[in-house]
């Protein structure tokens, strides 16, 4: 399993509509007369009805529909290849957890793959490798998804099995006990035992005194050794509800039949009371947060985290864009500076957090021997002073809305690549088609907006800073 990463975007683009984009769109859906027949005789959680059709991109068409029961069905139809993508997306991940519980929902990504009723563990796996199929899954502060890219002759198997861990899952002493001890072991090696996990966490912890976004995804080591049997159930049976899943579909699929192997499989679960989400608002920053840890490392490093806008908020594609110039490549400003002309570091990163709620402008750079944190931070702050102070360049603007429209539409290339930022998109902002309303906000993004966001949120006052310290065992033992 994989826990987080980044999300650029998704499809291959086709080529431009000639036809009226509304018309191309509606046809896209089965008509009232399909539906009505798929209906016929159906319990009513099993009913399924179309909410409305999303254009994505010029000439491609999101069909949204939902079961009586809640669960929502995106579809995407793409015959490019003979395959399809079967995503299933829960609105949790760790800002749903309570303190003390920290952790459960990426402990599930971990039992989701296990016994479910009459079929045994390791089924699951098994029948999707002799189906030609792969299948992963990921964890998150606002999410958990799960996905299959199948050959399109079985897709049945796909849905069948999907549904099945949807609403059997076996939850037992010996099952949750196991995944309870991988999970230690994979926050031993991922955060414990590692520099840059350890610190990630450090920095988040620091930033937010009150958002669940202060605990990692992974959980605490005391949470995860406490968990019961009976909070798995209880976690299992709030989230894990149709009403609370958006299943993303894309590829060489036969519309009709498609939904109706959803309707049987899906169409007895029934709808859970979602709890409403009770997440404090972090509160205002004054003041700058700072520490120094030694770590196990050969050189230092620095790690600060600005406040940063909520991934739906208008300044967080200036933002990312102001990211990219200072952070991305070989030409970038940061890299230029810090790594080229003073040769004081050897790595420079950053990123702007893609969370539903405000994150953080992440920084981390990495020194040459002998180079010390503060060196580094004062070198950082150089760059940062000059982007808050004078706007960009023309050049330097259109280069990097170049990259990141690239990269965008590169991400949208697969099957696969379509239905993650379809589902992303869905979960996080409710906007199944927002990859290309993103798109369009990175085209029109001008040095002005970059030169807005980095005055709004390029302030010392609303930042953490984190020095990395070497070891004195570790950094005496490298070359100079």
Not at 4 to 13: F, S, Y
């Amino acid at each position: 399993c994989c826990t987080g990463g980044t999300h650029k975007l998704g499809p291959r683009l086709p080529m431009l509509a000639t036809t009226n984009p509304a018309s191309s769109a509606r046809k896209a859906a089965l008509s009232d007369a399909a539906l009505a027949s798929l209906n016929e005789g159906k319990p009513e959680n099993a009913r399924i009805q179309l909410v409305r059709v999303h254009p994505f991109g010029p000439a491609m068409s999101i069909a949204e529909y939902r079961l009586g029961n809640g669960l929502t069905v995106l579809v995407l139809k793409d015959d490019s290849a003979p395959v399809v993508s079967y995503h299933t997306w829960f609105s949790v991940g760790s800002r749903h957890e309570k303190p003390g519980k920290t952790g459960l929902a990426h402990l599930f990504e971990h039992l989701m793959f296990n016994e479910v009723e009459g079929r045994p563990a390791g089924t699951f796996d098994r029948l999707l490798e002799e189906a030609g199929a792969e299948t992963n899954a990921a964890t998150w502060v606002d999410w958990t998804f799960y996905h299959e890219n199948v050959p399109r002759d079985r897709i049945g198997l796909v849905i069948q099995l999907e549904a099945e861990r949807m609403g059997k899952l076996v939850l037992r002493d010996p099952q949750v006990t196991s995944e309870k001890e991988v999970v230690a072991n994979e926050r031993r090696y991922r955060v414990e035992d590692d520099v840059e996990g350890s610190v990630n966490e450090l920095l988040y912890k620091l930033a937010f005194t009150q958002h669940a976004y202060g605990w990692p995804t992974i959980g605490w080591m005391e949470d995860i050794q406490g968990f019961t049997t009976d909070d798995c159930v209880a976690f299992y049976r709030t989230f894990y509800a149709p009403n609370n899943a958006t299943l993303v579909i894309v590829g060489d699929v036969k519309e009709r039949e498609l939904l109706s192997k959803i309707q049987a499989a899906y169409g007895y679960l029934e709808p859970a009371v979602l709890p409403i989400e009770d997440v404090h608002p972090e509160p205002p920053q004054f003041e700058e947060r700072r520490t120094s840890v030694t770590k196990p490392t050969p050189t230092a490093k620095i790690a600060l985290g600005y406040r940063g806008p909520a991934f739906g908020d208008a300044d967080h594609v200036p933002l990312t864009v102001l990211a990219e110039i200072l952070f991305s490549g070989r030409s970038s400003r940061v890299y230029r500076s810090l790594v080229q002309e003073k040769e004081i570091a050897t790595e420079v990163r950053g990123w702007v957090s893609t969370f539903r709620d405000p994150g953080l402008f992440e920084m981390y750079v990495t020194a040459r021997p002998g180079k010390t944190s503060a060196e580094l931070l004062a070198a950082l702050d150089e760059e940062i002073e000059r982007v808050v102070r004078e706007p960009v360049s023309e050049d330097e603007l259109a280069k990097v809305k170049a990259k990141v429209e690239l990269s965008l539409l590169q991400s949208l290339e697969t099957a696969n690549g379509k239905a993650e930022q379809i589902g992303f998109y869905a979960t996080v902002l409710g906007d199944p088609a927002g990859a290309f309303a993103r798109l369009e906000a990175y085209r029109r993004t001008s040095v002005s907006d970059v030169l807005r966001a980095a005055r709004r949120y390029l302030v010392r006052s609303q930042r953490t800073v984190i020095e990395v310290q070497p070891e004195a065992s570790v950094a005496t033992a490298q070359p100079s």
